[in-house]
């Protein structure tokens, strides 16, 4: 058969108090008794939410109550639900020969009860007991006489209104345990058709066996709740406002509160950026045709010396000259194969002009003809045609197309290496301004070159110092606590950074952090528990009132019979709240 908890709802309580007394409750089915006019029942969303974590938690509800607007909730949201019965009234009447006592159950439930003697009878019965030292005056829980004066149902009327409902609806399915509580504490009749049994006056047996078991059942009752206490505190709160200097450095393997030093990691990332640029310029010029020619060796393996203005001949005649002494190296026997020996050397046209912007050609030395071997074994070759060649208007480059190209080029690249370096930092902080920087530039056109249209591209390069800021947020917690014996509320917490510098040649980074937020002030646990042990309500009031890092606090006592702390460390539960 499940478990009861019954729990004796304040007219002040806290929907969240009592959401998490049935949240906690280990018990198949947990009774509420509401007074009349409590603050819970004046808003239907609260028994939503009941019903919810009902549902969620497969558990039955059970209310008991005079209030209408709570029945109406009780009925909308299917919980069980028992109205309110009257108290009985004491009857004195003179002895007689026989005394009117509870006519036994029928047979067949009379049988049930008695296959379940060996049960362990007990009921789940929690006072809530609370007291807010900075609004709250005392510390007095509501007693049981409380209970009964605010309306709240006593055990008795609860176990005779569940014997009722449960009677009319599944006589069957009745929680035993409660038949039996009815059997012992009411001491009346026990169903609807109320009948009764005469007990003889010399039935001295059966009364001394009913006490007993009366007996025995409330001490089981009773010292199944050998009470707890939760102490729940509010501490104080600070601002923050202050600046701590850190360093990062790639050196440091662990965290330095001491020096606010925290491990770092380098960083770097590299991106190319490249564009095509009309040239907007034009003037009146003369300029040779000039390129690229790669001139070979395959004459003999002996290395062959060409001074500057060395001619090469194109294969339609065009005369082309080299601007410096080059020796080209001799050829090499590979795998059986002469493989010629070969150098790259820029060459200018002999003569201006737009003839001379000739396609890829081969070219040969004009200068070797009187020798026909060495002329055939030496000749060169171009992959790309000659530029550059013009006589007359033509469209150059002007230094803003060069500037605004460049510019528009950089940005390009140093946007693209900053980007790369921000998606590769594994969870890392990075703090900006980001080192980033053009390590390249390359242009096929200079100011005033002529030319319809050139190309420039860029390499920049963004790299930094990296690092955990679960480390940073240690060093901040450590000076806080080190100094103020703070605790730093992360959650209201920012951080800035400011005066940041690189220093790449050592491997680390300094900067300042500014930390805003709150603290709150640090609470040793253990030694409140240990001051609490044994003390009552008064003693603890003055206790935690004299407290300087406690804002306010509540203290539940339960069962609602308990006056003081237990002295059972295990027995009391200290909860933080911020």
Do not use: C
């Amino acid at each position: 058969m499940g478990s009861t908890k019954i729990i004796n709802v304040l007219k002040d309580e806290q929907f969240e108090d009592i959401l998490d007394a049935f949240q906690k409750a280990s018990a198949e089915e947990v009774i509420f008794i509401f007074p009349k006019n409590t603050k819970v029942g004046r808003k239907e969303e609260y028994f939503a939410s009941l019903a919810q974590e009902a549902e969620n938690s497969e558990k039955q509800i059970t209310i008991m109550t005079a209030d209408q607007n709570i029945e109406r909730y009780a009925k909308k949201y299917k919980f069980r639900f028992l109205a309110q019965q009257p108290k009985a009234k004491k009857v004195v009447a003179k002895k007689t020969d026989e005394e009117i006592m509870p006519e036994p159950e029928e047979p067949e439930q009379e049988e049930e009860l008695e296959e379940n003697d060996d049960e362990n009878l007990a009921v789940n019965d929690d006072a809530v007991e609370s007291n807010d030292l900075a609004s709250t005056p005392n510390f007095s829980p509501s007693s049981v006489e409380d209970v009964e004066n605010s309306e709240h149902l006593n055990l008795a009327d609860l176990t005779m209104a569940r014997a009722k409902s449960s009677r009319k609806s599944a006589p069957r399915s009745a929680d035993k345990r409660v038949q039996k509580l009815e059997s012992i504490w009411l001491k009346r009749e026990s169903g609807e058709q109320g009948r009764k049994k005469s007990i003889r006056p010399n039935s001295k047996t059966f009364n001394l066996i009913f006490l007993s078991s009366a007996a025995a059942v409330l001490l089981v009752v009773l010292f199944s709740f050998l009470g707890s206490a939760q102490v729940i505190l509010k501490p104080q709160k600070q601002k923050l406002d202050f600046e701590l200097p850190v360093k990062v450095s790639t050196d440091a393997a662990e965290i330095d509160t001491a020096n606010n030093q925290i491990p770092g990691q380098f960083l770097s990332f590299k991106a190319d950026a490249s564009k095509d640029f009309s040239a907007t310029g034009e003037e009146e010029v003369v300029k040779k045709a000039r390129g690229e020619i790669t001139v070979y060796n395959n004459f003999n393996s002996d290395p062959q010396n060409l001074v500057a203005t060395t001619r090469f001949e194109s294969s339609k005649g065009l005369i082309f000259r080299i601007s410096r002494a080059i020796t080209i190296p001799g050829a090499k026997v590979i795998n059986g194969k002469l493989t010629p020996g070969s150098i790259l050397v820029e060459v200018i046209a002999d003569k201006p002009g737009p003839e001379y912007n000739i396609n890829a050609d081969r070219f040969t030395i004009p200068g070797f003809a009187n020798n026909p071997s060495k002329f055939e074994g030496f000749y060169a070759e171009s992959d790309k045609p000659m530029s550059g060649g013009t006589i007359g208007l033509s469209p150059i480059v002007t230094e803003q197309d060069f500037n605004s190209a460049k510019e528009a080029v950089t940005a390009e690249a140093l946007e693209k290496s900053l980007s790369g370096l921000k998606s590769k930092t594994n969870s890392l902080e990075i703090i900006d301004p980001v080192k980033n920087e053009v390590v390249s530039l390359k242009s096929t056109s200079e100011i005033d070159d002529s030319a319809e249209s050139f190309a420039i591209s860029a390499t920049a390069e963004a790299k930094t110092i990296g690092f955990y800021k679960d480390d940073l947020w240690k060093i901040i917690d450590g000076f806080i606590n080190k100094n103020d014996n703070l605790i730093l509320l992360k959650d209201t917490a920012s951080l800035d950074y400011k005066n940041v510098k690189f220093d790449f040649e050592n491997k680390n980074i300094t900067f300042a952090v500014v930390v805003k937020g709150e603290a709150v002030a640090k609470i040793d646990e253990n030694k409140i528990i240990n001051d609490l042990l044994g003390l009552k309500e008064a003693q603890v009031k003055d206790y935690l009132s004299n407290l300087k890092e406690i804002e306010s606090a509540r203290v539940v006592l339960s069962p609602f019979w308990i006056k003081t702390v237990p002295k059972n460390k295990k027995d009391i539960q200290i909860k933080i709240v911020y």
